[in-house]
């Protein structure tokens, strides 16, 4: 999983896997789901970043429960 934060365009893109696109489903005005050909979510698109989250969330990200193959 890789996220990226793109502060100009005030936009975050959680990549949830790799995969290529094939579709997007749009959740609401500032939320698009990426899917593959199989309808397998690759990755989410987040709009309005700031408005929608503290602004300190970039450093309080964490991860848990991370299962190594």
Do not use: C, H, W
């Not at 489903?25 to 709009?47: A, F, P, V, Y």
Request: aromatic content about 6%.
């Amino acid at each position: 999983m890789k996220i990226t934060f793109d502060k100009e365009a005030d936009a975050m893109y959680i990549e949830v896997s790799e995969g290529a696109f094939a579709k997007n489903r749009k959740i609401d005005d500032e939320t698009i789901i990426d899917l593959d050909k199989n309808g397998k979510i690759i990755g989410i698109e987040l709009l309005n970043v700031s408005k929608r989250m503290s602004s300190d969330f970039l450093s309080d990200i964490r991860v848990q429960n991370l299962v190594s193959s």
